[in-house]
Each structure stands twice: as structure tokens, then as C-alpha cells.
């Protein structure tokens, strides 16, 4: 018992916020039973109980529903995406306290444990890092809705955190990068940041395992694709996605498309052009308004081929279109952003929802219905709910802090490495020491840029992609901060500083 109460003095600052999180996932199931619903919600339920896979959304958070269909419950899932929200937090905190720095030595010493390490951060600070994922509102929000979102974000920075670790554990890192991206296809280039990642730290071998761990479960599912629609692949809308990605500036003048293509052609300019997202759900949409339903292979194939001939036209429109885009992601405000509609979903609502109105979602009703064993609509229960709104309104983390947050590992690791390089007056020549493997910051740093440019360069900003990529870039933050041992000491003599040979 005395050491426990030491250890949880000692980590006390984050027991503390986790306790907040965890009362705030409390309230926001209070006030909001048993879930909140997002469009895409309804898809997810058709899959749980018409396995199938699914022409835009990949079936992994459906079997993370299915795990849970024998509850009945909507609300054992709210309570089930809160506690892996929570468990992120943890993951970040144990990473930021444990990892090892980059410019670390090897150890001398069997005996000694922490020879050649960098100086731990302090609990605070580890606590600092966990704390945008435990106590920001959105996140707790976002872990409310019924999307994937979460899992997908648990099952990342578990992958992460495991591949810093240092331990043989690439099978299991390439399984959850595989769960990852059959729960969000943007999964998919983040099996090869993590793989070449090992290649350039010298570790060939764990990414050889990674990968063959990686592609085996998806190969399997890509079979089962292939067997139901018979397309190659994982989904079956990139080309419709990469299409209404380029709608933004697509100028069908400059373009000179050829007579197949000009269908998809929207005459209006760009400026006065619905968000993207419309070019693929809108009724009058040119895509949508093609024979047959929106992603069969031949409508998507075009599509494809529409987009394809709109970067290559126009690449400069389509790099600042993109950049355009990604800077919404640091803005210090929260602007109404792809439309009203859809910023509505990300913040708790005042009144019970009204259900769905695209005729698409009712069947995805009718399903929950039998989910639930019940009814399925949103009861707003205040005075809970009142304090989550008030609490929506004060907690959150604006894109600018994001910005530095990302900015700070690197602009830390050049300043430390320029500093290597010069070694201070009277030092021997063995004292600038170059290091020997990557820094482990560049993992989860990379993997959380890849998140934020991926989906504004084939999709569109979203609020809701942006937080996945928040406990990554705070976990490569806290590890680039961790102090660096004296460089006398990069060689573990263990010979005291006033002695000389």
C-alpha cells in the first residue's frame, strides 16, 4: 500500500487529469443517451448486419460494432469508445515518460539501467502531453458519435507507441496498422511511414515482418472485395473522392478533357462552387447525376481519370487548393466549415436530433432499431447536457497550439543537432558524437503529418480528421523534449568528470 500511494504521488498530475476525463466522458453519457449519430453511422450498422464490404467505407469499425451487438446497446458502445479515448491518454503519458531519446548511447553496464538515457521528463509535462486527448471537448464529442474515428485513433497510436518500445513486436504492429486501415483507408500510407521508419533506423528485419503482417489481413479482405464487386482494392470511391477533391479548381477550359469527360464538367468557377463533399452526395452533382449509382467501377474509373487530367493541367492549382485547404487545420478559431449541416454533428446539441433525411439512411434505422432492441433517438438530458455545451464552448485546442506543437520537434532536433556538431572549446575529439539511429520523435511526428495533408489532398479538411492526428503530434512533442545526457557521459566510462587520465 505505501508503494502504491508513492506511485500515485508521483504520477499524481495525471491521475488527475485522467479522473477529469473520465468524469467528462461521464457527463457527456448522461446528458446524451445513448449515443450520438452521424450520417455515416447508419452505413456502419447496414454492414453489421449485411456483411459485406462496403464501395466507401472499409468494414473494420462495423466488426468493432458487431463485437458488441450481443449488449444490445448503443450506450455500452458510447462507454466503449470513452474508455479508448481514455486508454489513449494513458498510452501517450507511458510513452512520453518511457521512450528513449534518439541521442542516447548504448548501455555499458548490464547493471545499470538508465546508462546513456536521456533525463525523463518530469510527470507534468508527460501529463501535459495526454492532457488534449483526456480533457478537450471535441475529442470527447467525437468519441460520442457513432464513426470510426476513435477506434481508429487507439488502434494508431497503440502501433506507434509499440514501435518505440524498442521490442520485438513488429507482427503485432503490422496487425494494428492493418485494423487501422480497415477502419480508415488513410491507414494505408501509414503502414509504409512506420515501415520505412525501421528501414532508415537500420532495422530491416521488423519491417520485412511488419509489412508481411500488414498485407496479409488486408489481401484477405481485398479477396473479399474482389469477390463481391469484382474490383481490386479496398473501397471503391477513390476516384469519386479524388474528383470532388479537384472540383475546387478544376477549369475545364484549360483542361481541354475529351468528350467522355466533359460530363463531369461544372461550369461555374471555382469561387463560386459548393465544398467538395458536394460533388459526391449533392443530387445535381455531375457524378452523381451519371446512369447507375454513384461508385460503380465505371463511373469511379472516370472520375479517376477527370481528377487525374486536373492535376496534371493545373498542378499549381492543385498544390495551393491543398494548402488552402490543410491551413484550415490551424486556425485559432472554429469556423462553419464544409457547411452548417455538417459542423452541427461535432458539437453537443441543445435538442434532440431530428433523424436522418437522406433516404440512404433509413434502412441503416431500421437495423439500429434491432441493434438496439429499442428506439435509437438522442435524448438530451439536461442539466448534463447543458454543462458539456458550456464546457464545448471554453475547452479546446485551436489549430494554431496544433501548429506549434507539430513545429516543435523539428525546429528542437535541428537546434540539437547543429549544437552536436559543435563541440564546446577544450572538449577532446570524441566528444561531438553523431547519432546513431533516427529520432524517435520522427515516428510520430510523420505519421501525425500524414494524417492532416492526407485527407485535404484526396478529400477535404475535416474537423473531426484532425484529432486522431492531436496525441501523436503531442507524443512526438514530449519525446523530442526529454533532456539530453551530458556528452562525456554518450560513453559510459564511468570515470567521475575530475579525474584525469
Excluded: K
Aim: hydrophobic content about 50%; charged content about 20%.
Amino acid at each position: 500500500m505505501a508503494g502504491a500511494a508513492a506511485r500515485a504521488r508521483r504520477h499524481a498530475w495525471f491521475l488527475g487529469l485522467l479522473a477529469a476525463g473520465a468524469a467528462l466522458r461521464v457527463l457527456a453519457m448522461l446528458g446524451y443517451r445513448p449515443v450520438l449519430w452521424f450520417p455515416d453511422s447508419y452505413t456502419y450498422i447496414v454492414t453489421v448486419f449485411h456483411p459485406r464490404p462496403d464501395l466507401v467505407r472499409p468494414a473494420g469499425y462495423s466488426a468493432f460494432l458487431r463485437l458488441l451487438e450481443p449488449f444490445h446497446s448503443f450506450a455500452v458502445v458510447a462507454a466503449a469508445q470513452h474508455l479508448l479515448g481514455l486508454a489513449t491518454g494513458v498510452l501517450v503519458y507511458v510513452a512520453a515518460r518511457r521512450a528513449i531519446p534518439w541521442w542516447s548511447g548504448r548501455r555499458r553496464r548490464a547493471g545499470s539501467r538508465r546508462a546513456g538515457r536521456g533525463r525523463p521528463i518530469p510527470p507534468w509535462a508527460a501529463a501535459l502531453a495526454a492532457a488534449p486527448v483526456l480533457l478537450d471537448a471535441y475529442q470527447v464529442e467525437l468519441e460520442h458519435l457513432l464513426v470510426s474515428d476513435t477506434l481508429f485513433m487507439f488502434l494508431l497510436v497503440t502501433a506507434v507507441v509499440l514501435a518505440l518500445g524498442g521490442r520485438r513486436r513488429a507482427v503485432a504492429i503490422g496487425l494494428l496498422l492493418a485494423a487501422a486501415t480497415l477502419t480508415r483507408t488513410v491507414g494505408q500510407p501509414l503502414i509504409v511511414v512506420v515501415a520505412v521508419w525501421f528501414v532508415l533506423d537500420g532495422r530491416l528485419r521488423r519491417a520485412a515482418v511488419l509489412l508481411a503482417a500488414a498485407l496479409v489481413p488486408l489481401a484477405v479482405y481485398g479477396a473479399w472485395f474482389y469477390g463481391t464487386y469484382q474490383r481490386t482494392g479496398l473501397v471503391g470511391a477513390n476516384g469519386a473522392f479524388l474528383y470532388a477533391r479537384t472540383m475546387s479548381f478544376a477549369d475545364c477550359a484549360r483542361m481541354d478533357p475529351p468528350a467522355d469527360l466533359r460530363v463531369l464538367c461544372d461550369p461555374r468557377p471555382p469561387e463560386r462552387r459548393p465544398p467538395s463533399q458536394e460533388y459526391l452526395w449533392a443530387a445535381d452533382s455531375p457524378l452523381v447525376e451519371l446512369p447507375g449509382i454513384t461508385f460503380t467501377q465505371a463511373n469511379d474509373d472516370l472520375a479517376a481519370r477527370f481528377a487525374t487530367l486536373a492535376i496534371r493541367s493545373q498542378p499549381l492549382d492543385y498544390a495551393a487548393s491543398v494548402l488552402s485547404e490543410l491551413g484550415r487545420t490551424f486556425v485559432w478559431g472554429r469556423p462553419v466549415y464544409p457547411d452548417q449541416e455538417i459542423y452541427g454533428y461535432y458539437e453537443f446539441p441543445a435538442v434532440s436530433p431530428p433523424p436522418p433525411g437522406r433516404w440512404a439512411a433509413q434502412q441503416g434505422v431500421e437495423l439500429g432499431r434491432r441493434y438496439e432492441r429499442g428506439p435509437i433517438g438522442t435524448e438530451v438530458a439536461e442539466s448534463y447536457a447543458g454543462w458539456m455545451r458550456a464546457y464545448q464552448g471554453v475547452a479546446r485546442l485551436p489549430g494554431t497550439v496544433v501548429l506549434v506543437i507539430l513545429l516543435a520537434p523539428p525546429v528542437t532536433g535541428a537546434v540539437r543537432m547543429l549544437r552536436r556538431r559543435r563541440p564546446a572549446e577544450g572538449d577532446g575529439p570524441r566528444a561531438a558524437v553523431r547519432p546513431r539511429r533516427l529520432p524517435p520523435w520522427a515516428l510520430p511526428w510523420s505519421v501525425a503529418v500524414v494524417l492532416l495533408v492526407a485527407p485535404p489532398a484526396v478529400a477535404e479538411f475535416d474537423y473531426r480528421y484532425v484529432l486522431p492526428a492531436v496525441p501523436l503530434a503531442c507524443l512526438a512533442a514530449a519525446v523530442c523534449a526529454r533532456s539530453e545526457q551530458p556528452e562525456r557521459q554518450e560513453f559510459g566510462d564511468d570515470i567521475p568528470r575530475n579525474v584525469q587520465l
